[in-house]
């Protein structure tokens, strides 16, 4: 089946949630707190779901939706939407213009259409099930970059402030040490989008949630890039310890985040 038409109806409807985005941008003053420190909610985000989640269930009646802010509503349906629609919150209050729009739509458990728009910067990336990925309609493709000590690395860090969160600086300091540097913008669903497209060889990162991977995880795979565990499973649709990488660059990678000096990070699965 062609899942191109989900896909330009996922883009069209990011951009124009994206042009909602863009009238709040530079005029937010309030903002809530979640549960855990760092992690905001503004009208902006509710305006851009709500909007989201009203164009979806008029055109696809039938489709589950799971989104961030409104959770999961479940249709007896093959398909379901995933939505975040402001990834990059706190860089949207203090306007930084990196913030994106995440649209997936999966398929029997599999992703078969996804978009990630940054209207802050026009950047449109799109991904159909065996159909390549692509920025602004133009195919991309991961960097050729063979080795990690030539390699630019990105990654985030999470809102809860416990153990793992101070293991997590000892990581990124491992990581930086290994490569030509790490970075961290803020938003997951654009740093997948950024390996898929060369910018970056490598990203990383810890207790994501599906709203943050599944669309750039479609993009990523359909560009050609690699994306897993820590450990070379498959990459978690919960967003639990990812790993994205322009493919040659993933056991170096995997093997740092093997050693035995984070097994705090993999406790659960032992």
Known sequence: MNWWNHTLFAQQTAMEAGDMLLDYFGKITKYKGKSVAH???????????????????????????????????????????????????????????????????????????????????????????????????????????????????????????????????????????????????????????????GLFEGFWEFNLKPWDVCAGNLILKEAGGYTSDWYGASMPDSGDRVLATNGHIQKEMETILGNDKYALFREDLD
């Open 39 to 197: 992690d905001f909610v503004t009208k902006a985000d509710l305006a851009s779901e709500k909007f989201i989640i009203d164009k979806i269930s008029t055109v696809f009646p039938d489709h589950s939706i799971l989104s961030e802010e409104s959770g999961f509503t479940i249709k007896e349906s093959d398909y379901c939407w995933v939505i975040d629609p402001l990834d990059g919150t706190t860089n949207f209050v203090h306007e930084v213009p990196v913030f994106a729009i995440s649209i997936a739509l999966n398929y029997k458990n599999e992703t078969v259409a996804a978009v990630v728009y940054n209207p802050g910067q026009g950047q449109s990336y799109t991904a159909a099930l065996n159909e390549g990925a692509r920025l602004n309609d133009y195919f991309i493709h991961p960097s050729n970059i063979k080795s990690l000590s030539e390699s630019l690395l990105i990654s985030g860090f999470p809102y809860l402030q416990d153990d793992k969160w101070e293991l997590s600086f000892d990581l990124f300091k491992d990581f930086y040490r290994r490569s030509h540097g790490v970075r961290r913008f803020g938003a997951a669903s654009l740093d997948f989008c950024y390996v898929a497209s």
